[in-house]
């Protein structure tokens, strides 16, 4: 069993450093004006839009306190939970537009949502109906954000809203089954 596992894991270690390292060269063959910087996050580069992906708390206060004195407009959350909660009083206190993981990576889910619609109706939609299904969805998503806000008079904060929206439409749901 043990050499089962070290077999697997040396594996897998390899093939996913080799993979990463060979795609890190080739984004970097495609655009030849991109740059490497040793040591560094990628919160230290000038940008106008922050997103944070794959990892929890990858965005501290330090680095949204960079984002905005670099100029950065907006950042964000293509992961789950991808700023610290200091990060994001930095950035709502600083005037940036915030957009949490739930509203803006709500996108994966969706299209997961979408297909297992396809699995049980035996459906197959192209590429372009999938987009289609998953803008309007999008929209939706911002629309109800949005609509929390003004409801609520909380301005145009986005985190607010989408927390207010994803507990609203749980309650609703919840009266609709009869529980409460």
Not at 24 to 47: D, T
Not at 48 to 76: I, K, S
Not at 98 to 109: H, T
Request: glycine share 8%; proline share 2%; hydrophobic share 45%.
């Amino acid at each position: 069993f043990f050499f089962f596992f070290f077999f697997f894991f040396f594996f897998f270690f390899f093939f996913f450093f080799f993979f990463f390292f060979f795609f890190f060269v080739r984004c970097a063959q495609r655009f030849p004006g991109s740059q490497f910087h040793a040591g560094k996050k990628p919160w230290e580069v000038k940008c106008d839009v922050a997103m944070t992906c794959a990892t929890q708390n990858e965005l501290n206060g330090d680095d949204a306190r960079q984002l905005v004195a670099n100029g950065c407009m907006c950042v964000g959350e293509g992961s789950n939970m991808g700023c610290t909660p200091e990060a994001i009083e930095v950035l709502q206190h600083a005037g940036l537009l915030f957009s949490p993981g739930k509203a803006s990576n709500a996108g994966g889910v969706a299209v997961s949502g979408l297909e297992m619609s396809q699995n049980s109706m035996r459906l197959r939609w192209t590429t372009e109906e999938v987009d289609q299904h998953l803008q309007r969805i999008m929209r939706d998503i911002h629309e109800q954000c949005l609509a929390a806000c003004r409801r609520f008079n909380k301005g145009q904060d986005y985190l607010f809203g989408a927390n207010a929206a994803g507990f609203l439409k749980v309650c609703q749901a919840m009266m609709e089954q009869g529980c409460v």
